[in-house]
């Protein structure tokens, strides 16, 4: 079949493209660091008071020499324990990592405006590690229809400067 | 308006070619010969404007947007 060499020219193109997306995506992965969650562990949702979930919060742990915080979260119909009620607050710079499962149906936990974003399943925990650089306040949405009060489900992060964070509402 | 001018060119005289509906064309090219040089720029044109906001979105609105997953 003969083809023009235009056509041709612009087909090969289209798999530049192609070659292109990829690639930028490897590289995002590979040089850049980017990363997303994955498998970490399962846990029983009808026994969540026998673990760290049962009393969930903000935690202290010294890790390598430096002082992390560690977040265990429930997200239930309709809010996230700790998040909803009262915010979760947390100091700037420093790596924290959340810990998040449902006992009761599938939701999401969306720290609205950053690329913080992740199912929470039941049975399952979802983790990931981050640092926020900047004090401030950050909406948490849920993003996964959960119910009939879905739309309300929302929660708070506050990052405060390491100076004006308040060890007393931390957990054992 | 016309019945003439209402029927397009094309079902006016099906039993006829193009070229004999068309006395007036003076040259007939290849296909190699014709090169739709317009459609070239336009298509290049849409494919820098594709490739750059790929970049702004990638780059930029995506692994720009700190706080991110580091671990």
Same mark, same amino acid.
């Given at each position: ?22 690639? !930028? #995506?490897?590289?995002? %992965? =590979? ?5 997303? @969650?994955?498998?970490? *562990? ?32 429930? !997200? #239930?119909?309709?809010? %996230? =324990? ?5 915010? @979760?607050?947390?100091? *700037? ?80 | ?71």
């Amino acid at each position: 079949m003969h083809i023009h060499k235009f056509e041709q020219f612009w087909i090969k193109l289209s798999y530049v493209l192609i070659a292109f997306f990829i690639a !930028t #995506v490897v590289y995002g %992965f =590979v040089a850049m660091d980017l990363k997303v @969650i994955g498998d970490h *562990a399962t846990i029983d949702p009808q026994n969540l008071q026998d673990t760290p979930f049962g009393n969930p919060g903000v935690r202290e742990i010294t890790k390598n020499g430096e002082t992390e915080y560690e977040v265990y979260v429930q !997200t #239930v119909q309709f809010s %996230f =324990v700790p998040g909803t009620a009262q915010p @979760i607050e947390i100091p *700037a710079n420093h790596r924290v990592t959340f810990y998040i499962t449902s006992p009761d149906v599938l939701h999401g936990f969306d720290v609205a405006g950053t690329n913080l974003n992740t199912m929470t399943i039941p049975g399952q925990i979802s983790k990931f590690t981050t640092i926020f650089p900047e004090a401030r306040e950050y909406g948490i949405v849920c993003n996964e229809y959960c119910g009939p009060a879905h739309h309300m489900m929302e929660g708070k992060i506050n990052v405060v400067p390491e100076s004006e964070f308040d060890k007393s509402n931390l957990v054992e | 308006m016309s019945d003439e001018l209402s029927q397009s060119p094309d079902t006016a005289g099906a039993d006829r070619s193009w070229e004999e509906r068309n006395p007036d064309i003076e040259r007939e090219i290849t296909i190699d010969e014709f090169q739709p040089k317009g459609t070239l720029t336009l298509t290049l044109i849409y494919f820098a404007i594709v490739v750059l906001m790929w970049i702004f979105m990638y780059f930029v609105e995506f692994a720009g947007n700190a706080p991110s997953i580091i671990d």
